[in-house]
């Protein structure tokens, strides 16, 4: 049997943008608690920015994408926006098979991705 993450740090708040930093395994076991720590992190009005941080992640299936693209929905509703800084290899793997890439660029830190300073490819 796998490990899994333990329970999801609460998002970081600054100003308008949340960073989550979720660890371990996103897969069918734990994606609905990434999906209330998505939702957590999107709760109140206004526009927002979301960062997902990936870096700590071991693994990820397709069970992370309905939170992944449910959050990048409402922040493109609010005038904002979902980054992701880069994850393990089937992160992209699993966003690349399902057309999502273009939506979700990769990024090499979270400053990187606050700032739009996407990855090279290769530069991984």
Do not use: K
Request: neutral net charge; hydrophobic residues 40%.
């Amino acid at each position: 049997m796998c490990p899994h993450s333990d329970l999801p740090d609460p998002p970081e708040l600054y100003d308008e943008c949340r960073v989550v930093r979720p660890r371990g395994e996103l897969d069918l076991t734990t994606a609905p608690a990434f999906a209330r720590t998505l939702a957590e992190a999107r709760a109140g009005a206004g526009r927002l920015f979301l960062i997902v941080d990936l870096s700590d992640v071991t693994f990820m299936d397709c069970s992370a994408l309905d939170a992944l693209c449910a959050a990048w929905a409402d922040c493109r509703a609010r005038h904002g926006w979902v980054r992701v800084v880069r994850g393990p290899a089937s992160a992209w793997m699993v966003l690349g098979a399902s057309g999502l890439l273009g939506r979700f660029p990769r990024y090499a830190t979270a400053q990187d991705a606050w700032h739009g300073t996407r990855s090279r490819p290769g530069s991984e």
